[in-house]
């Protein structure tokens, strides 16, 4: 067993990314915990309880009837089990190999400096500069002076959206400025290493969660928002969907309209399908259940090119083969003309329509205040900071709306996992190559339904998250990590949860699936679980705390019989939040109209996973790029 200060060490990182009142609540939670056991009939700190004792005694927090307790201990473990798998002392124990940097020789592919300033004078026919800030990508943490700058359009967010809107509205002639909350990183800064690139890299250090802590919502940080870290997926929006969002909520675009900004964003970032010959055991253990079941599946496209299948797109790609937004739409935007401040994170809007100004608080490499500030003077403002901080940032500037913060899905996905007679080695390889869309009911009719995808979380850091319970059991389970298979039931859900702000304007998600979408996830992990027993795995488990293993038909009906969908009993993670701005007909249909442009307050536009008016059901980036660029062109000149 490691000292306990190691793990302690290895949290850091994760704590450094926490607000001070974050701090405080921490601080309490732990004092709480540790003072707990004195009201037993045995008193003693929990401190100085044999682990068999201080194991059981979090089991009485994890299965308590008090909210506060489960989700105090949700948060705990999620961080415990960072730390603990994230360090390579833990690496052996689970037969993890490591990083391949520094042992392995491969080449770094040529990738756009954006930090330089572009060397063509921007091809644009009003070529009016943004006064007060160099050209290229600025680093908020080296301004030693409070910034003000004039542009006729302001991004908020560099992500999938926030990338494509800005690439449009520069070459449409705007002068465009995006300010990014996270830092501006390259290939040279991926270590492959989850204790450090999950700080860099995902929102508060990848622990970012339901208000309930039941569910784990991963989103990135940083120039390029999530697509720094995507798993390269590049999946077309189903029809049935856009027409659902055609009839019900008003989507301007018809087939052809979107069928070309679809293919546009299709070739930026070189989508083209994953060869065969590329297909790991991991998914290879799906492809191989689902052709024994009969059931419809595919190989998937990607915008990956000459990768080396190192298997580290979750932690950054340190070779720069994967065609992100940072490689595709940013430097576009640039040599247009675009100028980026990172570390800039945009705390209000304020102003007038026609005369906004976007606060930002800029921030140092920890993500702390710096103490100056940057305001940027714009006609237009382009939210594009994610499904949870786009409607924050509007809600705490005091904008309002009957549907702002509303609709809120989440892909709630949950895990199956397989354990084989040989190694699968899931971290090796690109992680997610084969999909099965046999119960993707979605793609007929737009509703209901789900797909089967292939684990992604394959560090043992996040795989250890994922797999249910703690204590021996867990470690029983982590030590089989390298004959595990593991996918998700993804589910297109019906459910709408919430986003609205705490005391600090942070976003608080609520959502917990509603019945339908519970008795779905059910229906999934039932025919996860048998397509892993038809591919040839020797036990399965479903993801709930106390799991048995599973090797055949009866089993699995006990088990089916024993799982329940409860909070904090099952385990759900989410990597797509979406729905929150939605696009609809009227103000109380949706929060933006159907151009993007929130209801009320002309000038501020939505340009992000937010819009969606339902849930796609499948990976989402294609379509939010499509739908950025589309409400990027229709911003009126007359508004700059
Ligand atoms: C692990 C993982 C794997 C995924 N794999 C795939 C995949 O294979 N295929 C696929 O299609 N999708 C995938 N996705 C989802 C996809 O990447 C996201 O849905 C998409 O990037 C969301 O786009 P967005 O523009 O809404 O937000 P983001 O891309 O998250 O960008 C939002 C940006 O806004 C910034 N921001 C937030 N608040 C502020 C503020 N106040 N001021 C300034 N900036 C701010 C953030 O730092 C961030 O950079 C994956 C997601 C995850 C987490
Ligand atoms: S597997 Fe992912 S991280 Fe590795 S080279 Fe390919 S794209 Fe990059």
Not at 76 to 100: F, H, I, N, S, T
Not at 201 to 211: F, H, I, P, S, V
Not at 387 to 401: I, K, V, Y
Request: hydrophobic share 45%; net charge positive; glycine share 10%.
């Amino acid at each position: 067993m490691p000292a306990p200060e190691a793990v302690c060490d290895a949290a850091a990182p994760f704590l450094a990314r926490l607000r001070s009142a974050d701090h405080l609540l921490l601080r309490l939670l732990l004092r709480t915990l540790e003072a707990g056991p004195l009201l037993s009939r045995r008193p003693r700190l929990f401190s100085q309880l044999p682990r068999e004792e201080a194991e059981a005694y979090l089991r009485t927090w994890a299965e308590s009837r008090l909210a506060a307790r489960r989700r105090g201990i949700a948060a705990l473990r999620a961080l415990a089990m960072l730390a603990y798998y994230g360090r390579d002392q833990a690496w052996k124990e689970v037969g993890y190999d490591g990083p391949w940097l520094g042992r392995r020789d491969v080449p770094v592919l040529p990738a756009p400096d954006l930090r330089a300033a572009p060397r063509a004078a921007p091809r644009i026919p009003r070529p009016r500069l943004a006064v007060g800030i160099a050209q290229g990508s600025t680093a908020g943490r080296a301004v030693g002076r409070a910034l003000r700058v004039r542009a006729d359009v302001c991004v908020i967010g560099t992500g999938a959206g926030g990338a494509a809107a800005l690439a449009r509205l520069a070459e449409r002639g705007f002068t465009a400025v995006a300010v990014e909350a996270g830092g501006h990183s390259t290939a040279a800064d991926y270590t492959q290493r989850e204790l450090e690139m999950l700080p860099l890299l995902y929102q508060d250090a990848g622990l970012r969660a339901t208000a309930d802590q039941a569910i784990g919502i991963m989103q990135g940080t940083g120039v390029g928002g999530s697509t720094l870290h995507n798993t390269g997926l590049v999946y077309s929006p189903p029809d049935a969907i856009v027409e659902r969002w055609r009839r019900e909520h008003g989507f301007p675009l018809s087939e052809d309209e979107l069928g070309r900004y679809v293919a546009r964003v299709r070739a930026a970032l070189r989508a083209t399908p994953i060869p065969p010959d590329r297909i790991n055991a991991n998914n290879d253990a799906l492809r191989r259940g689902a052709a024994a079941l009969g059931w419809r599946h595919r190989v998937a496209d990607h915008n990956r090119e000459s990768c080396s299948a190192c298997g580290y797109c979750m932690l950054g790609c340190a070779y720069n083969r994967k065609y992100n937004a940072a490689l595709t739409f940013l430097p576009r935007a640039l040599a247009a003309g675009a100028r980026i401040l990172s570390d800039a994170a945009a705390e209000r809007i304020e102003g007038r329509p026609g005369a906004r100004r976007v606060i930002c608080e800029l921030r140092d490499a920890a993500g702390r205040p710096t103490g100056r500030t940057a305001i940027i003077e714009a006609a237009t403002v382009v939210v594009a900071a994610g499904a949870l901080d786009s409607p924050a940032l509007l809600l705490r500037s005091g904008f309002s709306g009957p549907r702002l913060g509303r609709g809120l899905r989440l892909h709630p996905s949950a895990s199956v996992s397989a354990v084989f007679p040989e190694p699968i080695v899931a971290w090796r390889g690109l992680p997610q190559s084969v999909i099965v869309d046999e119960f993707a009911s979605f793609e007929e009719d737009g509703r209901g339904g789900w797909l089967f995808l292939p684990s992604a979380a394959n560090q043992p850091g996040l795989a250890a998250l994922l797999t249910s319970g703690f204590g021996a059991d867990h470690r029983a389970r982590m030590r089989e990590f390298a004959h595990a298979a593991s996918a998700c039931v993804l589910l297109h859900d019906e459910t709408e949860g919430r986003v609205t702000v705490n005391r600090r304007g942070r976003p608080v998600a609520r959502y917990w699936p509603g019945k339908a979408d519970r008795v779905a996830l059910r229906q999934g992990l039932r025919a996860l679980a048998r397509l892993y027993l038809a591919a040839g795995a020797e036990r399965v488990y479903l993801p709930h705390a106390g799991a048995s293993p599973i090797s055949g038909e009866a089993e699995l009906r006990a088990a089916m019989a024993a799982l329940t969908t409860d909070r904090y009993l099952l385990t759900l993670n989410s990597v797509h939040p979406q729905g929150t701005l939605a696009m609809g007909h009227a103000p109380d249909a949706g929060a933006v109209d159907p151009g993007g442009q929130l209801w009320g307050h002309p000038g501020i536009y939505v340009a992000d996973a937010s819009l969606f008016p339902t849930s796609i059901g499948v990976p989402p980036q294609v379509t939010i790029m499509a739908l950025a660029m589309a409400v990027a062109d229709g911003i009126p000149e007359r508004t700059a």
